[in-house]
């Protein structure tokens, strides 16, 4: 079974007022009041300005939207996400901007390493974006991102 997710996360307000300007712009709610807008393929060739994909170590980052990231989180917390798993190997990768900078990450989990005693990359940005999980649980879980196995699943 396989997972894969490339996503935009932030405050449902915040993420629905930033994409207003994108018409290509699809968005899910989550849980506790985060939203979020997958990466599709008309997004990306919409957002990106041919400069070089991957300068924060992502795949499906388009070239130059890390700016427009950073300016949207001018406004609050904004997080960019990546998960791709086929029989339980895969990696994760996240990073949090908020007040136009970089405030934690990119952490990449690479295939075949453990999830550091702090949590997996995602649950480590959805705690910068304020998600609190109980024992037992994680804030992948409490936001629900389980709920699609793919990305293009949140807007079917």
């Not at 130059?64 to 960019?80: I, M, N, R």
């Not at 994760?92 to 990119?106: C, M, N, R």
């Not at 295939?111 to 999980?133: H, K, N, T």
Request: proline share 6%; charged share 20%.
């Amino acid at each position: 079974m396989s997972y894969d997710l490339q996503a935009v996360i932030a405050g449902r307000e915040l993420l629905r007022a930033a994409s207003r300007e994108l018409p290509a712009a699809r968005l899910a709610s989550l849980g506790h009041g985060l939203a979020l807008m997958p990466m599709t393929d008309a997004l990306f060739d919409s957002v990106a300005d041919g400069s070089d994909a991957g300068a924060l170590g992502f795949w499906r980052l388009p070239g130059g939207f890390e700016k427009t990231l950073a300016d949207w989180s001018a406004a609050g917390p904004v997080a960019y996400v990546e998960a791709e798993y086929f029989g339980g190997v895969g990696e994760q990768h996240a990073v949090v901007w908020e007040g136009g900078t970089i405030v934690w990450g990119p952490l990449q989990v690479p295939e075949g390493r453990p999830f550091p005693p702090a949590g997996s990359a995602i649950s480590q940005a959805l705690r910068r974006l304020g998600i609190v999980a109980d024992a037992g649980e994680d804030e992948f879980s409490v936001v629900g991102l389980g709920r699609h196995r793919h990305s293009d699943g949140w807007i079917a």
